[in-house]
C-alpha cells in the first residue's frame, strides 16, 4: 500500500499544465489520484483522456467521474436531448478534438456516433469511473458529499459529481476529510481572485484552482497526517475573474 496520495484537481483540457504537475508525481510512493473534469474546454481535451486512461491502465491511477464526465457520457447515450446542455458547459472543445473538426453547424447524433465509432474506448472508461476513492481517513470525490445526512454514504450518485450547497456550506460532523474538485476555489475564499487551495478547517478541501478560466491546477500530496506537499501550475494566458 502506498504510504502517501498525489491528487491532481479539474484539468479540463489545460494538457500542458496536466503534464506539468505529473512532473511532480513519484509513482513509486504514491497513489495517483484524479478528480475528473478532464475535458471540456481547455486546449486540447482528447490529449487529457488519453492521459488519465495510460495513467489508469499502466500506472494503477484512479480517475474519479466528474460531472462533465456524466455529461458527456449523456450525450453519448442521449445526444438529439443533451446536445445543448453539454455544448452550453464547454463540450464542444471536447468533441471538436476528438474529431478534429472546427466550429459549425453538426447533427449531435451523427458526432455522438463518429466519437463511438473513432474512440471505442472512451464510453467504457467514463462509465467505469468510481465516484469516491477512500484512503485513510481520506474521501476523494468530485464534487462533494451531502452533508445534511446522518450517513454521507447515502449521498446520490448524482450528488457526488454536482453538489455544491449542502456540502461545502455544511459543517463536517464525519470523522472524514474530504478532498474535492469542481466548486473554483476562489468562489469559496472570501477574496474571489484567490485560486490557492480551501480549507475549511473542519475536514473539507477543494483543490480546484480554476485552471481552464485562468486559475491553477493544484497538485497535493497528503500522508495519513495531512498535506505534506503542495504544487500548482498558474494558467497566465488568460485573468481570472
Known amino acids: ?36 473534469d478532464l475535458g471540456d474546454r481547455g486546449e486540447n481535451p482528447r490529449a487529457c483522456f488519453e492521459l488519465a486512461k495510460e495513467l489508469v ?44 473538426i472546427k466550429e459549425g453547424s ?5 458526432l455522438s456516433a463518429a466519437i463511438q465509432s473513432k474512440f471505442p474506448w472512451l464510453k467504457p472508461f467514463i462509465e467505469s469511473r468510481p ?14 458529499v451531502d452533508l ?32 474535492f474538485g469542481h466548486t473554483v476555489t476562489a468562489m469559496l475564499h472570501e477574496n474571489r481572485h484567490n485560486t490557492d487551495i480551501w480549507d475549511s478547517g473542519d475536514g473539507k478541501i477543494g483543490i480546484d484552482g480554476g485552471a481552464v478560466y485562468g486559475g491553477t491546477l493544484h497538485g497535493i500530496v497528503l500522508d495519513k497526517n495531512g498535506i505534506v506537499e503542495q504544487y500548482k501550475s498558474e494558467n497566465s494566458d488568460i485573468s481570472f475573474g
Open 1 to 36: 500500500m502506498n504510504s502517501r496520495v498525489f491528487v491532481i484537481g479539474d484539468v479540463h483540457g489545460q494538457i500542458n499544465q496536466f503534464k506539468q504537475i505529473l512532473m511532480n508525481w513519484n509513482e513509486e510512493e504514491e497513489q495517483l489520484v484524479l478528480l475528473g
Open 57 to 100: 491502465d499502466k500506472k494503477g491511477a484512479v480517475c474519479l467521474k466528474g460531472n462533465h464526465e456524466d455529461m458527456l457520457l449523456d450525450f453519448l447515450e442521449r445526444p438529439q436531448h443533451a446536445a445543448s446542455l453539454y455544448e452550453m458547459n464547454g463540450g464542444a472543445a471536447t468533441i471538436q478534438s476528438f474529431l478534429e
Open 106 to 110: 453538426f447533427d449531435a447524433v451523427e
Open 131 to 144: 465516484l469516491t476513492y477512500e484512503w485513510e481517513n481520506y474521501v476523494f470525490v468530485h464534487a462533494g
Open 148 to 179: 445534511t445526512l446522518s450517513n454521507w454514504k447515502e449521498t446520490a450518485d448524482r450528488d457526488f459529481v454536482w453538489i455544491r450547497e449542502g456540502f461545502y456550506d455544511q459543517p463536517n460532523h464525519t470523522d472524514r476529510t474530504f478532498i
